[in-house]
């Protein structure tokens, strides 16, 4: 049976703290059960969130992250357990990162918007990344608080400086060279990117990855257990999911 393509629904939709991502990390690395895992963060964001209703959407984007796999391959989950076993500081936030672009396509469309506003200039005003947010999901209410807080939460995660609270500045990139996370993280895009096949070109230029220094060498497609190579030309190769188990 295929991967099915989601939907761009907002999900990702509250601050995270990247503290919050590694206990939840922990907690499912040790084996801890969904059940348990809900208790403890409801238990542990107690002291920074005020309010059930809150408390609850912050809980289910670690737990969307962490826990859940719907609408990606299973397996591709238990690898990055794997790799955060062994991964250090910065291979730990290239490994929830990667885990939001995959869970929630509001976060890799925002990523990738980004991206291509980083392209054009250096800084980017709130307002022009609002616009072209809205432009993509609509005008509502919703849409620009959720584009608020991702703001936030990349710049708590130290791929953002936004201490002008007009606009955001890119900070220095991730380098990654590690070949078997830099492949585990272009097949992130792959689970929420709206084509089902795509062209490494392509996937090697997704501008949702504006904030890592990849080594494109690194990549190796033919090396993955989860992408399908469809096509292989002189200059070109196309790429897809393969059907989940």
């Known amino acids: 049976m295929s991967v099915e393509k989601k939907q761009p629904l907002v999900g990702f939709e509250r601050y995270v703290s990247l503290d919050w991502l590694d206990q939840t990390a922990k ?19 107690a002291p920074y ?7 609850r959407k912050t809980k289910n984007v670690l737990s969307g992250a962490w826990i859940k796999s719907d609408g990606v391959n299973p397996k591709f989950k238990a690898d990055a357990k794997q790799l955060y076993i062994q991964a250090n500081y910065n291979e730990k936030l290239v490994i929830h ?22 392209k054009l200039q250096d800084e980017i005003s709130n307002d022009e990344f609002y616009r072209r947010v809205i432009e993509l999901h609509g005008d509502r209410d919703s849409i620009k608080r959720a584009a608020a807080r991702f703001l ?49 070109n392509e996937l090697l230029a ?39 188990p």
Request: aromatic share 12%; proline share 2%; with cysteine.
């Open 27 to 45: 907690w499912v690395i040790e084996g801890k059960t969904s059940k348990d895992i809900h208790m403890l963060i409801d238990d542990y964001l």
């Open 49 to 55: 969130i005020q309010g059930d209703t809150s408390k």
């Open 97 to 118: 990162y990667g885990l939001m672009v995959s869970t929630y396509p509001f976060f890799y469309s925002l990523c990738r918007t980004l991206g291509r506003l980083f």
């Open 152 to 200: 936030q939460s990349l710049s708590q995660w130290n791929i953002l400086d936004c201490s002008d609270k007009a606009k955001v500045k890119s900070l220095e990139k991730i380098k990654l060279n590690n070949p078997v996370l830099t492949t585990w993280l272009f097949e992130a895009a792959m689970y929420s990117n709206k084509r089902e096949t795509i062209s490494q």
């Open 206 to 244: 997704d501008p949702a990855f504006f904030c890592f220094e990849l080594s494109h060498s690194a990549f190796q497609a033919n090396q993955s257990k989860r992408l399908e190579i469809v096509h292989q030309g002189v200059n070109e190769t196309i790429l897809k999911l393969r059907s989940a």
